[in-house]
């Protein structure tokens, strides 16, 4: 790592995490302390220029921390900044909850083996060998080899397997340039060490075969055969067999320099495949994975673009090609010029490339009014599709990347991520894995993506004349095209090649069949100037033109629903739509099917619908020229109504709290929706979020604070439940917050602290946190509002326990008990003596806890709130286990059992079954402590929490033998 030294010269800094834990530092080893300080330089180093938070650096030294783990963890990072210190350019800095090693990726040899690694696969092949021995020599030992704990099992398994890929990798390169002879002895050793591996095992043979010893080849493959079927019970390949026959006839195609993967038949899949790798441990098959489907539609008419396409094919490597491996791709271009249209043709046209399915996500980087998605929040959907419970995506945004892309890694599979932002915005979302593809749209150049993903660049232009007139005919009909020909190239040319006005005008055409297409050209030459740029150096031509010209078409009613549509959210559903329009949804519903078929809009699924962004940006100037105030205001408080109070009907089938928002009533024509249950209140929950963040914003435009306010306490429960990403969470009561102090409501001011303190401490902010519950505390006093004040020292109270402070976590929890009960709220004080007596319990006061427990449990069974009983019941078999009544504990698990699984809550299902079986361990019933480690085990795989399944499998293997 460059950097003065202390005599002038240049420092030399090398850290070492491929074997022990070291610092060099000019050729000299550096004491960096003891074994546990140590370990916290592994944890950091793992990543560098990553902010690790305190709980996730707790997790990775102890599998079961210690109650002073936190104090120990400050006096080692303290000491290990004090060591550091004297080395220059390395910095360890703390940094939004956590802390990060700041420094130079090349001076680590971990992250230095996998640059080596990149460089090779990139290169060609004479240069290939010389940087994968490079990086291959870097190793010393396993990974931090003096290390012991769940998480650096997982950090050396993985690296483990980087460095198999490598070796694998390389033995590809040393056959394809003719190598055979040399390369024998090695691929040998290797298979010797991994008998089962058939891609080695093919290696080998052909290593063998190429180097004229036949009949070894042949040996090689009976022993892998044998082993197979002994150990696994199964047969070798089809690829592995292929290559076994072509090697009993000698087959030329395996002689001299043919690429390697023709070994296998060239249809190996990816595991097998050379430039693969068999895996180390059965993957789920794909019957009991779900294979996610997410594309939309393709565009019917799609016209031309024949170069683009071709590029495309070459530019993503087909699943069967030898040197198959990611590839991330960016179509760049002026928005309406087609690139979303591209993509979706392609990926549809060629979806057979991607047996694992296709992911999509609208990025809406570019969407006026509205707010691009975060990546956090995408990768939640993504992980949806790819099967993973709600309940088990992580809630911390480091661990839910690192979640995606454990589970793309392997798998074929197509990432479509449309209107991206920049660079950034997609960063986080490209899979890390070797089989995947990702095609990224946006207005602007990606450079950055070029950079640090090698990401191939599109830039997509207007369509030539020719492919202009095409599209316009595919839209008018060849009838038509035959009869009015003379007209066609006119009309192509006032649209600029730009494929979204070609539509536009295509549409108009086709609807008035009886209109002249001399007459059409005519509207646009007198229409407006051209739409405006939106970004430097995008198209200027007449897109307003063409608008202006359908717009004016429209009948009546359709040109007023086009105009308020720019007041609501980029994406929006048929009963909002009616309620913006103060009609029946019948009604509502003849006016978007008149913006349908006008190619306006796009219902992309039925009754919801989206306006291209370019369309929308129109839609605005004619609502501010066309509509008067007088219904543009009225028509979005509507809107805003038909979102508020339908919230706050789906809330009410999450929050059994009792506590009752009242809102005003609402405004005639709103259409407020109604629940019959609490899966439909979810779903339309699910569906509308991002809408009601959209129209929250929409409320703070128009100046209704108070409306404001609302939103975030309607959208308090589901939020709870589905904890959004942390941008919108902070976003929603930032909101909420400005709102209240305009108000200058000091008792709503503090409940926005609080939630905004439960949402710092949900993603390690800690400080935040703390600072947010402060000001909570000094809002309310005085007020006299004992219930708000009680939910405020229950929230600290959580805060607390989060840090570590179980005995502050208590004393907030016993000021909140009075309060609940003074101001008479039976469901709060049932959850201020659950916290109680969670607390006593986690401090060693076992009696007290069960007394308090008990009283909650009698609570939350008088008022019905199963979530709460459950949750009681698992508190109070956690006492009585450590009480050393293990027959009690286990009675109190079982009820608790029960209902989680009425309730679905799969997750506090599977810790419920682990803490029983530790109570089944206790009284000595091992086969009844191995049952249910074993129901645990399978939750936690299908929820994808490999840390608690880990430890699982570690208590399993502590069992004596059946």
């Known amino acids: 790592?460059?950097?003065?030294?202390?005599?002038?010269?240049?420092?030399?800094?090398?850290?070492?995490?491929?074997?022990?834990?070291?610092?060099?530092?000019?050729?000299?080893?550096?004491?960096?302390?003891?074994?546990?300080?140590?370990?916290?330089?592994?944890?950091?180093?793992?990543?560098?220029?990553?902010?690790?938070?305190?709980?996730?650096?707790v997790d990775r030294l102890w599998d079961a921390p210690p109650r002073t783990a936190r104090d120990s963890l400050y006096s080692y990072l303290s000491r290990l900044r004090a060591v550091l210190g004297a080395v220059d350019d390395v910095d360890l800095v703390r940094r939004g909850g956590g802390y990060v090693l700041v420094g130079d990726e090349d001076a680590v040899d971990l992250h230095g083996f996998r640059g080596l690694v990149a460089r090779a696969r990139a290169a060609d092949d004479e240069r290939a060998v010389g940087l994968f021995d490079q990086a291959l020599g870097l190793w010393r030992g396993p990974v931090a080899g003096e290390m012991d704990s769940s998480w650096i099992d997982g950090v050396r398994a993985r690296a483990d397997e980087e460095r198999l890929l490598a070796e694998l990798d390389r033995n590809d390169v040393l056959l394809r340039r003719g190598e055979h002879a040399a390369a024998v002895?090695?691929?040998?050793?290797?298979?010797?060490?991994?008998p089962l591996d058939e891609r080695l095992a093919g290696q080998l043979m052909l290593a063998l075969y190429r180097s004229g010893r036949q009949g070894e080849a042949l040996d090689a493959y009976r022993r892998v055969q044998r082993r197979l079927v002994e150990e696994l019970g199964a047969d070798p390949s089809p690829p592995l067999?292929?290559?076994?026959?072509?090697?009993?006839?000698?087959?030329?195609?395996?002689?001299?320099?043919?690429?390697?993967?023709?070994?296998?038949?060239?249809?190996?899949?990816?595991?097998?495949?050379?430039?693969?790798?068999?895996?180390?441990?059965?993957?789920?098959s794909r019957s009991t994975a779900p294979v996610p489907r997410q594309l939309p539609l393709p565009p019917p008419l799609f016209t031309g673009r024949t170069a683009e396409l071709t590029w495309l094919d070459r530019a993503v490597p087909a699943s069967s090609a030898p040197d198959r491996r990611s590839a991330v791709v960016a179509i760049s271009g002026p928005g309406g010029v087609g690139k979303t249209s591209l993509a979706l043709h392609w990926a549809h046209r060629d979806a057979r490339r991607f047996p694992d399915g296709q992911l999509y996500a609208n990025l809406r980087g570019f969407t006026p009014s509205g707010t691009p998605s975060s990546s956090p929040a995408v990768i939640r959907v993504f992980l949806q599709a790819l099967g993973v419970d709600t309940d088990a995506i992580p809630p911390d945004d480091e661990a839910r990347i690192g979640l995606y892309r454990s589970l793309t890694a392997d798998k074929q599979l197509l990432v479509l991520l449309d209107n991206a932002r920049d660079s950034e915005h997609v960063a986080d979302l490209v899979p890390g894995g070797q089989a995947c593809t990702v095609v990224v749209t946006s207005r602007r150049h990606l450079t950055g993506l070029v950079t640090t993903h090698g990401a191939r660049q599109l830039t997509l232009d207007v369509l030539p004349a020719a492919e202009a007139r095409d599209l316009l005919v595919r839209h008018i009909g060849p009838e038509r095209a035959d009869r009015e020909g003379h007209e066609v190239p006119a009309l192509a040319e006032r649209s600029a090649g730009l494929p979204l006005a070609i539509s536009v005008i295509g549409a108009r055409a086709a609807v008035r069949a009886d209109?002249?297409?001399?007459?059409?050209?005519?509207?646009?030459?007198?229409?407006?100037?051209?739409?405006?740029?939106?970004?430097?150096?995008?198209?200027?031509?007449?897109?307003?033109?063409v608008f202006a010209s359908s717009y004016r078409a429209l009948?009546?009613?359709?040109?007023?629903?086009?105009?308020?549509?720019?007041?609501?959210?980029?994406?929006?559903?048929?009963?909002?739509?009616?309620?913006?329009?103060?009609?029946?949804?019948?009604?509502?519903?003849?006016?978007?099917?008149?913006?349908?078929?006008?190619?306006?809009?796009?219902?992309h699924v039925p009754?919801?619908?989206?306006?291209?962004?370019?369309?929308?940006?129109?839609?605005?100037?004619?609502?501010?020229?066309?509509?008067?105030?007088?219904?543009?205001?009225?028509?979005?408080?509507?809107?805003?109504?038909?979102?508020?109070?339908?919230?706050?009907?789906?809330?009410q089938h999450m929050d059994h709290s009792g506590a009752v928002l009242v809102l005003s009533p609402a405004v005639p024509g709103s259409g407020p929706l109604s629940f019959d249950t609490d899966k439909a209140a979810m779903t339309?929950?699910?569906?509308?979020?991002?809408?009601?963040?959209?129209?929250?914003?929409?409320?703070?435009?128009?100046?209704?604070d108070l409306q404001v306010w609302q939103f975030a306490e309607v959208l308090r429960s589901y939020q709870l439940r589905r904890p959004p990403d942390p941008a919108d969470g902070r976003a929603t009561w930032e909101q909420a917050l400005g709102a209240a102090e305009r108000l200058g409501d000091r008792r709503l001011a503090a409940k926005c602290h609080r939630f905004l303190g439960h949402i710092a401490a949900r993603h390690d902010f800690g400080p935040q946190a703390i600072e947010h519950l402060r000001q909570a505390v000094g809002l309310l006093e005085d007020s006299g509002d004992e219930l708000e004040q009680a939910r405020t020292h229950l929230a600290f109270a959580w805060v607390l326990e989060r840090h570590g402070d179980d005995a502050a976590a208590l004393d907030h929890s016993l000021a909140a008990l009075p309060l609940f009960r003074s101001s008479g709220s039976r469901p709060g004080e049932a959850d201020a003596l659950n916290a109680v007596g969670w607390y006593q319990s986690r401090l060693g006061r076992l009696d007290e806890a069960a007394e308090h427990c008990g009283l909650a449990l009698a609570l939350y069974r008088e008022s019905g709130d199963r979530n709460g009983e459950a949750n009681t019941l698992e508190s109070l078999g956690f006492i009585a286990h450590n009480a050393g009544r293990h027959?009690?504990?286990?009675?109190?698990?079982?009820?608790?059992?029960?209902?989680?699984?009425?309730?679905?809550?799969?997750?506090?299902?599977?810790?419920?079954?682990?803490?029983?079986?530790?109570?089944?361990?206790?009284?000595?019933?091992?086969?009844?402590?191995?049952?249910?480690?074993?129901?645990?085990?399978?939750?936690?795989?299908?929820?994808?929490?490999?840390?608690?399944?880990?430890?699982?499998?570690?208590?399993?293997?502590?069992?004596?033998?059946?």
Not at 572 to 582: D, E, S, T, Y
Not at 888 to 901: G, M, N, S, T, V
Not at 935 to 949: D, F, G, N, T
């Open 1 to 57: 790592m460059p950097g003065g030294s202390g005599s002038g010269g240049v420092m030399e800094v090398r850290f070492r995490l491929l074997g022990p834990v070291e610092v060099h530092v000019d050729g000299r080893r550096l004491d960096i302390g003891h074994a546990r300080q140590r370990h916290v330089l592994a944890a950091l180093l793992v990543d560098l220029n990553r902010a690790v938070s305190l709980d996730q650096l």
């Open 241 to 284: 067999r292929r290559l076994h026959q072509r090697i009993l006839t000698a087959d030329p195609v395996l002689g001299g320099h043919a690429p390697a993967d023709l070994a296998l038949g060239g249809h190996a899949p990816a595991d097998l495949a050379f430039g693969g790798h068999a895996p180390a441990a059965p993957a789920p």
């Open 555 to 603: 009948p009546d009613g359709a040109a007023r629903a086009f105009r308020l549509l720019s007041a609501g959210s980029p994406e929006i559903g048929l009963a909002a739509v009616a309620a913006l329009l103060g009609v029946a949804p019948s009604r509502a519903r003849v006016e978007l099917t008149e913006l349908c078929q006008a190619n306006l809009l796009h219902e």
């Open 684 to 704: 339309w929950y699910d569906e509308e979020h991002q809408v009601i963040l959209d129209t929250q914003r929409t409320a703070a435009r128009y100046g209704w």
């Open 185 to 194: 002895a090695g691929i040998a050793a290797q298979a010797a060490d991994r």
């Open 607 to 651: 009754d919801r619908f989206r306006m291209h962004d370019l369309v929308r940006l129109y839609a605005d100037e004619r609502a501010r020229h066309d509509e008067p105030a007088e219904s543009l205001v009225p028509a979005v408080r509507r809107l805003v109504d038909h979102y508020l109070h339908t919230a706050l009907a789906a809330q």
């Open 887 to 962: 027959d009690i504990a286990i009675d109190h698990y079982e009820q608790a059992l029960r209902l989680f699984r009425e309730d679905e809550s799969a997750y506090q299902e599977a810790d419920t079954l682990v803490r029983m079986a530790d109570a089944h361990l206790a009284r000595g019933a091992h086969c009844e402590a191995r049952r249910t480690w074993e129901a645990a085990l399978v939750l936690l795989h299908r929820q994808s929490r490999s840390l608690e399944a880990a430890d699982v499998e570690r208590s399993l293997r502590s069992l004596p033998p059946p």
């Open 515 to 545: 209109l002249p297409l001399a007459e059409l050209a005519r509207e646009l030459d007198n229409a407006a100037a051209p739409l405006d740029a939106f970004e430097a150096g995008e198209i200027t031509a007449s897109v307003r033109a």
